[in-house]
C-alpha cells in the first residue's frame, strides 16, 4: 500500500502549486493564506482542505507541531512561494535572526518547527541574480544552518506541459539525516512542448477583459506572432509614446501571440502596455478561462471575485502541470529513500 505523504503549504494563493502537488500524491494537510479571494477559491474547490485564512507572520508564532496535529519531522513536504525581499548585508554572512521581517523568514521559522523531510520554495528566476546573487545565498545558507541539503535549478514551465514560457527558480531541501538515502533529480523536461493551438480549444466560456476602441484598432494591424514594429511608424509613435525611443527591442509592447507558440509569462493585469498578451485571432487580451488554461489549471477549478481577482489570483500562480512534475519527482525522493 503507498504511504500518504502530507504537505503544508505557505502563500498558497489559488493553488495552483498545491493541486500540482495533489495530483502528485501529496495530501494537503494545511494551506496559509493571507488573500481572502484566493481563500475562497480554494475553499469553493477542495471543502475538505485546511485553509487558514490568516497572516503567515501570525501563524508562525504558534506551536506549529500542535496547530497541524504532528510530530517534529514527521511532515513529509513544506511547499510554497515567498516574496523576494532584499535583506541587509553589512558585509556578513546572514543567519536567521537577521532575515526577520522578510516572508522569507517566516518560511524558514516554519521549517525550524516542523523539520520537514523535504521543503520545496519556488520564486521568480530574478530571485537568483538578486543583489548580485546574494539574495539567494543567504536563504541557502539559512536553510543549511536549519540542517538541509539544498540545491536550486531554474525551470521553465514551457518544459513541462505548460503552453507558457514562465521561469521560476525551485528550490529544494532534504533533511541532514536523510540525504543520503532520499535522492531528488529535477525532473526531465518533455519531449514535446505545448504551443497555444493545444490548450485553447473548447475553451468554457468565461469574463474578459476589452481592449477600448482605440486600442482594439492599433491591434488590428499586428499580425499574429507580430509586435509593434509591425505597425505603422506613425502608429507605432502614437501607441508607444515616450517608449518608442527608449532602447531595448520592448518586444512586449503591442504583442499578438500566435496559435503555433506558447503565452508569454502571463501577468496579473491582461492590460499591461508594456506587457500585451493579445489574444491570436481576436484583437482582445485572453479571458480569464483562456488564462486558466495556459497555466494548466482544469477547466472545472473555480475562481472566486471579481474579473481582476481571478486574473491576478491566476497570474500569480505556479503552473498546475509544473507544480505536478516536481512533486512526481520529490514523491519518488522519499519513496525511493523510504523516508
Known amino acids: 500500500m503507498k504511504k500518504s505523504r502530507k504537505c503544508i503549504e505557505l502563500f498558497a494563493g489559488a493553488g495552483g502549486l498545491a493541486l500540482g502537488l495533489e495530483q502528485a500524491g501529496f495530501e494537503e494537510i494545511g494551506l496559509v493564506e493571507f488573500?481572502?479571494?484566493?481563500?475562497?477559491?480554494?475553499?469553493?474547490?477542495?471543502?475538505n482542505w485546511n485553509v487558514l485564512e490568516e497572516d503567515v507572520i501570525e501563524v508562525s508564532k504558534r506551536d506549529l507541531l500542535k496547530e497541524f496535529k504532528l510530530k517534529k519531522g514527521e511532515l513529509d513536504l513544506l511547499s510554497g512561494g515567498y516574496p523576494c525581499q532584499a535583506f541587509s548585508y553589512?558585509?556578513?554572512?546572514?543567519?536567521?535572526?537577521?532575515?526577520?521581517?522578510?516572508?522569507?523568514?517566516?518560511?524558514?521559522?516554519?521549517?525550524?518547527?516542523?523539520?520537514?523531510?523535504?521543503?520545496?520554495?519556488?520564486?521568480?528566476?530574478?530571485?537568483?541574480?538578486?543583489?548580485?546573487?546574494?539574495?539567494?545565498?543567504?536563504?541557502?545558507?539559512?536553510?543549511?544552518?536549519?540542517?538541509?541539503a539544498v540545491e536550486w535549478q531554474v525551470l521553465n514551465a514551457w518544459d513541462y506541459g505548460v503552453a507558457e514560457?514562465?521561469?521560476?527558480?525551485v528550490i529544494i531541501g532534504i533533511r541532514n539525516d536523510l540525504k543520503e538515502k532520499v535522492k531528488f533529480e529535477y525532473p526531465t523536461p518533455h519531449e514535446y512542448k505545448p504551443v497555444l493551438r493545444d490548450v485553447l480549444k473548447n475553451v468554457p466560456d468565461s469574463i474578459g477583459a476589452k481592449y477600448p476602441e482605440s486600442k482594439k484598432k492599433v491591434f488590428d494591424l499586428v499580425p499574429p506572432g507580430g509586435y509593434w514594429k509591425d505597425l505603422p511608424d506613425d502608429v507605432a509613435r502614437e501607441y508607444m509614446k515616450s517608449c518608442y525611443f527608449m532602447g531595448g527591442g520592448r518586444t512586449g509592447i503591442a504583442r499578438r501571440l500566435s496559435w503555433d507558440e506558447p503565452s508569454l509569462t502571463l501577468t496579473c493585469s491582461p492590460m499591461m502596455k508594456q506587457t500585451d498578451r493579445c489574444h491570436p485571432d481576436e484583437s482582445r487580451p485572453f479571458t480569464t478561462r483562456e488564462y486558466a488554461r495556459i497555466q494548466s489549471f482544469p477547466d472545472e477549478w473555480q475562481f472566486a471575485g471579481k474579473m481582476n481577482d481571478i486574473y491576478k489570483q491566476i497570474g500569480n500562480a505556479v503552473p498546475v502541470n509544473l507544480a505536478k512534475c516536481v512533486g512526481i519527482e520529490i514523491m519518488n525522493a522519499l519513496n525511493g529513500g523510504e523516508a
Do not use: S, W
Not at 481572502?36 to 480554494?42: F, K, N, V
Not at 518560511?107 to 521568480?124: D, G, R
Not at 514560457?165 to 527558480?169: E, F, I, L, M, N
Open 35 to 47: 488573500d481572502h479571494t484566493a481563500c475562497e477559491t480554494l475553499r469553493i474547490n477542495r471543502p
Open 90 to 148: 553589512a558585509g556578513k554572512k546572514l543567519g536567521l535572526d537577521d532575515v526577520r521581517g522578510t516572508m522569507f523568514y517566516y518560511y524558514a521559522e516554519f521549517i525550524k518547527q516542523l523539520q520537514p523531510k523535504m521543503f520545496l520554495a519556488e520564486n521568480v528566476k530574478g530571485l537568483t541574480t538578486h543583489d548580485g546573487g546574494k539574495t539567494i545565498g543567504t536563504m541557502v545558507n539559512v536553510f543549511k544552518d536549519l540542517g538541509y
Open 165 to 169: 514560457k514562465r521561469q521560476r527558480v
